[in-house]
């Protein structure tokens, strides 16, 4: 039992070190009620300056002392044996039988294990969560890693595929005004104004994000999930003024709602609490 108890700490010291903090401590609060109580009555001010500057002076050197004994306690504890790192579990190696219940054994094993399994599904997380988008085009399958890359040219789409596709989005948007024309022959604009500047700050901030948006949901080889994806995520601004931001809670951070949508979740945030 007294092997167990040996864990390369000195107990005596170890206790009067505790009764050093204790000291300075207290030392800590003396200087503190002088500071608090000031210069205290006397028959003229420089009496009492010099009653103050001498009590301060012996508090001062005090709070030095203790914290000088402390230091000197600290080098005398020792430092705990590295041989428990499980704490109390530790105690299980001290088992004589060991070749018959290796409990301690298995047990460090699967703390191991178990720290490794965090980390690598931190890094997991945090790859997984980044272009959600490219990550779907990249699991085409083996066939599709044996090609050779081919990059990407000028999109030429039969004029029927992108009326149907639009008219699909319209019907998954009913509350969304959406309109196609061909002002020069088969090349087919929407009807959606992001060029021309607002007079309001909040939907400068919208049209900045809705460029930003269309820079990111970029896939070559799937237009319609570009398109679809695009108009999923600008449709999620119809409660602009309406929904809180996921971060504070707030519904206006210096007069602005949250004017930013994540791009994977459509959760609103303001500028400063996406960050």
């Known amino acids: 039992m007294a092997d167990a108890m040996n864990v390369g700490v000195n107990l005596e010291a170890f206790s ?17 009620d002088s500071l608090k109580d000031g ?3 006397k028959e003229t001010l420089e009496g009492r300056e ?3 500057i001498t009590e301060f ?23 705990p044996s590295e041989s428990h790192p499980l704490h109390n ?3 299980l190696s001290l088992d004589p ?14 703390y191991k294990w178990s720290n490794k399994l965090q980390y690598h599904a931190g890094l997991a997380s945090s790859l997984l969560n980044q272009q959600s988008l490219k990550r779907s085009a990249n699991q085409m399958g083996a066939s599709a890693k044996r090609r050779p890359k081919v990059q ?25 005004s959406i309109e196609l024309f061909r002002p020069n022959g088969t090349s087919a604009v929407l009807l959606l104004d992001i060029w021309s500047k607002s007079n309001y700050q909040v939907f400068q901030k919208v049209t900045d994000h809705a460029t930003t948006a269309l820079l ?30 996921q971060r504070c809670g707030k519904f206006l951070q210096e007069g602005l709602p949250p004017t930013w949508r994540d791009f994977r979740t459509l959760e609103a945030f303001h500028d400063t609490c996406r960050q």
Request: positive net charge; proline residues 7%.
């Open 16 to 32: 009067q070190a505790i009764n050093a903090i204790q000291a300075l401590r207290s030392s800590v609060t003396r200087v503190f």
């Open 39 to 41: 210069m205290k009555n």
């Open 50 to 52: 010099k009653v103050f």
């Open 57 to 79: 002076q012996d508090n001062l050197q005090s709070v030095n002392r203790d914290l000088n004994e402390l230091e000197r306690l600290s080098t005398l504890v020792g430092r």
């Open 89 to 91: 579990s530790g105690l």
């Open 97 to 110: 039988v060991q070749d018959k219940t290796p409990l301690y054994s298995q047990l460090l094993q699967a």
């Open 152 to 176: 990407p040219s000028t999109l030429v789409l039969p004029p029927q595929y992108v009326d149907d596709v639009i008219s699909r989005i319209g019907r998954m948007f009913p509350d969304m």
């Open 216 to 245: 990111h949901y970029q896939l070559p080889q799937m237009p319609d999930v570009v398109v679809r994806s695009f108009m999923t995520w600008l449709r999620s601004y119809i409660k602009l003024f309406q929904t809180p931001c």
